[in-house]
């Protein structure tokens, strides 16, 4: 069964989290308030924090800036994973993945199937890695970034649970 062994010490990660919209700004970012607040919660340190435009140049610029600094683990972005013309994180994310994690991106969707039916099929949420970083493409609104923390990060980016999790993984990323 999964769970947590508790015979294993936790291991804070170090977590940027990147909100992309229009409109939004650190007074009004409700998602990436959320992100925040889960995160440190949890015990993990918030390196990081930026709001950018739905803009496919802006957001690779700063996706390469953070996948670079060696003090940031994971990438947690919101916004912009829509289908919309100005959805263009998915799109952004895939410049920069070395490897995509597809199956975050489906298990995400399954999650949001329970809790907001067919809707969730409007999602692009996306995962993948690059240069030994983790990266994550949330949806914008606030319940769907609680959604991907409580049913997936919580649990993948804690080096105690098991059977496997994506905090162990990070030494071993940029092995060739």
Not at 59 to 85: F, H
Not at 117 to 141: C, E, H
Request: overall charge neutral; aromatic content about 6%; hydrophobic content about 40%.
């Amino acid at each position: 069964m999964p769970g947590l062994d508790k015979s294993i010490t936790f291991s804070a990660v170090n977590i940027a989290v990147l909100t992309i919209s229009d409109t939004r700004r650190k007074e009004t970012d409700k998602s990436g308030a959320v992100l925040v607040e889960k995160l440190t919660k949890a015990g993990h340190k918030l390196i990081k924090r930026a709001i950018v435009q739905d803009e496919q140049a802006a957001i690779v610029a700063k996706l390469r800036e953070w996948v670079s600094d060696p003090a940031i683990d994971v990438i947690l972005a919101t916004g912009g994973t829509g289908v919309t013309g100005r959805d263009v994180t998915p799109e952004a994310f895939f410049e920069i993945y070395e490897k995509e994690i597809p199956g975050f991106g489906e298990l995400f969707r399954m999650l949001s199937y329970n809790l907001i039916g067919t809707s969730t099929i409007q999602s692009r949420a996306t995962a993948g890695v690059a240069d030994g970083t983790y990266l994550f493409a949330l949806p914008g609104s606030p319940g769907a970034c609680r959604d991907a923390w409580d049913g997936i990060l919580l649990s993948q980016l804690d080096i105690r649970h098991k059977p496997c999790n994506f905090a162990e993984l990070l030494p071993r990323l940029q092995e060739r």
